[in-house]
């Protein structure tokens, strides 16, 4: 299973976040606008009512932290050492 995956990020926007969607798209790699009735409806459990904006970030990534975790746990307790945790 890998530690990183490509996964969408979307944004909304509501009325008094509009001059930063600008600004996002003016300067961001990969954000591009999409309507809000379009991302709803991949999105199905959003308000349509919620926001006036959304943009979409496809090439995002996921990574697996708690996999990643592990695999370090692994190698910790492979040379034969220890987690200590203060509360």
Known sequence: MPLMSC???AFLVLPSQQAELAM???????VREIAVADLSRRVPAL???HAVAA????DAFDMDVAA???????QLHGR???LAAQG
């Open 7 to 9: 996964r969408a990020v």
């Open 24 to 30: 996002m798209l003016a300067e961001g790699k990969g």
């Open 47 to 49: 308000r349509p009512d």
């Open 55 to 58: 943009a979409v970030e496809e």
């Open 68 to 74: 990643l975790h592990q695999g370090f746990l692994k």
């Open 80 to 82: 034969g050492g220890t």
